[in-house]
């Protein structure tokens, strides 16, 4: 495995807090990050300002510590790791993108092989290697395929995805006969995958691997069939809704909440930060759960919840209001508009 490197932009960081003169900077990183805290105080109090860390997870933009900083009284929140998601913050944002700084060569050019059926393929990666995506590209051109870098324009880059926004995968869906993801794991790779229904294949340059993705994303629909399965024989549903400013969807909410009582159901509405096993295991009087919070939960994290756990789209299905046909067509994140 090579040796994790990103460029967390010291001096800009720096530059930012002397011309802002921010009293309180709430600092908010995700996972993979938090070891560089400790570092990244030092050269905000060393410019002047008082820093606190969050240590609560970060799993995106739409997860911006918002209320937290109010509550501190921050007047500055620096965010690392994700690039901007449109939606209301009267506290001040500073976003670091973060580059990683590893050679991608090796890895593409390992991924040729499990490219070769195609002659026609998608290009897509995460924020920390969008700076990189050229680089791929010419390599795919190289060895004889035409690529397609899709920009729906809903995210900040093209060719970028995010967890829970494959748009721009699903923007040259019609011109492409499978996908190569650039990036770390196969976290994307599976949305993706799942996204368009076209073959997907990983070049992690972080453990220097390429691979197909396929048979986790075979592994997945079956567990959401079966999730789907299971919930039809529920009474009871408890509909989740994001207390995270850039996840709440109440409307969204209240129309699932409509459509389970029409149907006969009984559904409550939840209203929960951090969607875990151990919170909804307070309610053991609900049969089953309808997650209008971050996407991904109910696909990755579904089998240890104990209870169904899904999303609009599959409580759609479930009601007989969407076949599971056109789940599999992008239902699960949504088409291009």
């Not at 324009?153 to 040259?172: E, I, P, T, W």
Request: glycine fraction near 6%.
């Amino acid at each position: 495995m090579k040796t994790m490197s990103f460029d967390l932009e010291e001096s800009k960081l720096k530059e930012e807090i002397t011309k802002r003169k921010p009293n309180l900077v709430l600092l908010q990183l995700p996972e993979g990050l938090k070891p560089n805290a400790s570092r990244l105080a030092s050269i905000v109090e060393e410019a002047g300002a008082m820093l606190i860390v969050s240590s609560d997870p970060c799993y995106g933009a739409c997860d911006l510590a918002v209320s937290e900083a109010k509550l501190l009284g921050a007047d500055l929140i620096v965010h690392y790791g994700h690039t901007p998601i449109t939606f209301d913050v009267d506290v001040p944002t500073i976003y670091f993108e973060v580059n990683a700084k590893i050679d991608i060569k090796e890895t593409v050019t390992k991924a040729l092989p499990h490219l070769a059926s195609w002659s026609k393929v998608g290009l897509v990666t995460t924020v920390q290697h969008v700076h990189q995506l050229a680089e791929a590209k010419k390599l795919l051109e190289n060895a004889g395929k035409t690529v397609f870098v899709g920009d729906s324009r809903r995210v900040k880059y093209a060719g970028q995805v995010l967890g829970c926004d494959f748009s721009n995968a699903q923007f040259v869906l019609e011109k492409v006969e499978a996908y190569l993801f650039v990036g770390g794991g196969r976290f994307h790779a599976i949305g993706v995958a799942l996204a368009t229904g076209k073959p997907t294949i990983v070049a992690d340059p972080y453990e220097n691997l390429a691979y197909p993705v396929q048979d986790q994303v075979r592994r997945v629909s079956m567990q959401r069939w079966a999730n789907i399965s299971e919930a039809k024989a529920a009474k009871s549903f408890g509909v989740l809704i994001s207390l995270k400013n850039g996840q709440m969807k109440l409307n969204e909410a209240l129309n699932i909440k409509t459509k389970l009582e029409k149907h006969g159901l009984t559904a409550t509405l939840f209203a929960i930060r951090e969607v875990t096993p151990s919170v909804l295991m307070q309610f053991p009087e609900i049969d089953a759960f309808v997650n209008t919070a971050c996407p991904r939960l109910s696909l990755d994290d579904a089998p240890n919840f104990g209870k169904p756990l899904l999303s609009v789209n599959e409580t759609l299905v479930m009601l007989g209001e969407m076949k599971w046909e056109d789940l599999l067509r992008n239902g699960w994140f949504g088409n291009v508009t």
